[in-house]
């Protein structure tokens, strides 16, 4: 199957970025390379783009696309938590913006064999590096019911978590959970069917979570933001593009307190965090897909985009 995936807020994403040719640009999502396909078309041939994933096949279906518009450019098949270390051997003087497109793309999710959906059965995978030990059958046959129970609420929202967590140890407890279509069947059966009526098909949520973990995407994410700030030169930028709350909210108060927000505890009368304005913020409110859009890809819906610009050493 040709790795194929339709680039959500693309031209809005790449404009905040303000690429300048002769710039350097990171995409720590390559996907299926449409953001960076985008950011190589605007280097006009200068500077430099360097673009980050884990999945193997990802990676060979951008080098062939960003090879038709341009050479300057440089994959890593690797997670984007190593970018720090990356950027500190190839660009240690900073780069001039940095571009984070997260969740899964489309072709993970519509691939059988990666177990990433509840509509097709599947073994229980759901990483995305394929050479991740962890999987989706290890959290679901080998975590205790409560760790269980906290990952399908943190993670997915899911109001059922606990008793979704205890028809899981169950059917564990006779033979061990194999396949996706198992997992369904598991989730179906501990959700009253009064709940299943309306909304998401029910195991939307709990899917959701159970990527998260895998991948510990969360913990991630909010450990690279950081790296990516350190990494910028004075004026560069970096724009998030969210599609969970969880992430959102990792995002907006990254950049809330690198504005300077205080981020003391509120029975504390005194600021001792230290709070300084190091960004501007960008997106006062998360830009949003248009409608045209989302007639052409349904998954932007819960699409949202957010910036920060490092300020100058005379600014602030």
Request: glycine fraction near 8%.
């Amino acid at each position: 199957m040709e790795f194929s995936h339709i680039s959500v807020l693309l031209h809005e994403a790449v404009d905040l970025l303000q690429v300048v040719p002769g710039g350097i640009y990171v995409d720590c999502t390559l996907g299926g390379g449409g953001h960076s396909s985008e950011i190589l078309r605007r280097l006009q041939g200068q500077g430099s783009l360097l673009a980050f994933d884990q999945d193997p096949r990802a990676i060979a279906a951008a080098d062939a696309r960003l090879n038709a518009i341009g050479t300057n450019y440089t994959l890593v098949q690797q997670n984007f938590a190593r970018l720090a270390s990356v950027l500190t051997t190839d660009y240690p003087q900073g780069v001039n913006g940095i571009l984070f497109d997260l969740g899964v793309s489309s072709p993970q999710l519509d691939e059988a064999e990666r177990g990433f959906s509840y509509m097709q059965d599947a073994p229980l995978d759901m990483r995305m590096d394929p050479s991740a030990e962890l999987t989706a059958k290890d959290i679901l046959n080998y975590w205790p019911e409560a760790e269980l129970a906290k990952v399908l609420w943190d993670y997915g929202e899911e109001r059922w978590s606990k008793r979704i967590a205890q028809f899981i140890i169950a059917r564990r407890a006779h033979k061990p959970l194999e396949t996706t279509g198992e997992l369904v069947e598991t989730i179906k059966a501990a959700i009253p069917a009064g709940a299943r009526r309306d909304g998401p098909h029910p195991a939307k949520r709990s899917f959701q979570a159970i990527r998260i973990a895998v991948n510990d995407e969360l913990g991630v994410f909010a450990r690279t933001l950081d790296m990516a700030l350190q990494g910028l030169l004075p004026g560069g930028r970096i724009v998030v593009i969210t599609f969970h709350s969880l992430e959102d909210r990792i995002a907006k108060e990254k950049f809330q307190v690198w504005a300077g927000k205080c981020s003391c505890p509120p029975e504390i009368p005194l600021c001792v965090c230290n709070a300084k304005t190091k960004v501007r913020i960008l997106t006062r409110k998360p830009i949003v897909a248009s409608e045209a859009e989302l007639d052409l890809n349904p998954r932007a819906r819960s699409a949202k985009l957010r910036g920060v610009e490092l300020l100058g050493l005379t600014d602030g």
